[in-house]
């Protein structure tokens, strides 16, 4: 299936679901569809209607500073990050389309210290270092046309021999913060409707938990790594690759399995918390997962 085929398939999708329920966050990905698809001003009206209805859904406000970064309006496209940011929290999606907004705007310094604190996490994120690139070398082709040197904190950043990039006299990036195991799911069942969250490991048994589901822990914990093993055994043995994730919506209950090096996160959520929200915050955790052992 081609790539245009596929969005006007998400597309007929997401509006079967609009239709039936006008109040559905399935706008924001309805919006990212059409931006996708280059119909910006289609995008626009659609995100801009829900975002009235879902003011607080963080991942609209990132579809919409999309929407306006691709239409050439980049203070909106920013302050649109910003109202993402307040809601969820920073990521490195975010700053990733941050450095992307300001290296539009012209603002090189300010991309360049994203860019650079984000390559020292990511080292071998191929878009990170085409963007740094960028943003290294039109402020010199500028200052070349016009005969001027090139600003000295631009200067600063130079790229080894070795193809790394290396930051002089720019502050050492923030480190990620790192988490264990217990403190993960303190954090995660203080989400907005999250009802528990349980590490097993990768035989279902539950190691720790924070847990307040009318559903038994332990009997939760196995049903849920069974489904990931068996879906594991069928997407390998046809040939589609890993499960890395597991999310799953009921009548009562989103659950939500995430898989790490040494068991599996198990978050549980009441069906009326916010998909996207909930994600990104455990996604954030999550990377700064370092183990127990």
Not at 65 to 72: M, S, V, W
Not at 98 to 106: M, R, S, T, Y
Not at 231 to 254: C, D, M, P, R
């Amino acid at each position: 299936m081609t790539v245009a085929v596929e969005i006007d398939d998400r597309i007929a999708k997401c509006r079967k679901i609009l239709e039936t329920d006008p109040n559905s966050q399935i706008f924001a990905a309805l919006a990212e569809a059409y931006r996708k698809k280059g119909e910006l001003d289609k995008a626009f009206r659609l995100c801009q209607g829900g975002l009235r209805i879902h003011p607080s859904y963080g991942s609209a406000h990132v579809v919409m500073a999309k929407i306006n970064l691709d239409r050439g309006l980049y203070d909106w496209a920013e302050a649109e990050v910003n109202k993402a940011v307040e809601i969820d929290g920073r990521s490195r999606a975010i700053d990733l389309l941050l450095a992307e907004i300001f290296l539009f705007k012209g603002e090189y310094k300010r991309s360049i210290k994203l860019l650079n604190r984000l390559l020292q996490i990511d080292p071998e994120n191929g878009q990170i270092r085409k963007l740094l690139d960028i943003a290294l070398k039109i402020p010199e082709e500028q200052a070349a046309q016009i005969g001027s040197p090139v600003s000295e904190s631009i200067e600063e950043t130079r790229i080894t021999t070795a193809g790394s990039l290396e930051a002089v006299a720019e502050p050492a990036p923030e480190k990620e913060p790192v988490f264990g195991t217990h403190e993960i799911l303190r954090q995660a069942v203080t989400i907005p409707k999250m009802q528990g969250a349980q590490f097993i490991n990768h035989e279902g048994l539950v190691i720790d938990s924070e847990w307040s589901v009318k559903i038994d822990a332990t009997t939760c914990g196995a049903a849920l790594a069974e489904v990931d093993q068996f879906l594991n055994l069928e997407l390998v043995k046809a040939s589609f690759g890993h499960v890395k994730f597991v999310l799953i919506e009921t009548a009562e209950y989103v659950f939500y399995l995430l898989e790490v090096r040494d068991g599996m996160f198990l978050f549980v959520g009441d069906e009326k918390i916010n998909l996207g929200t909930m994600r990104m915050k455990i996604s954030t955790l999550v990377d700064g997962y370092q183990g127990d052992g």
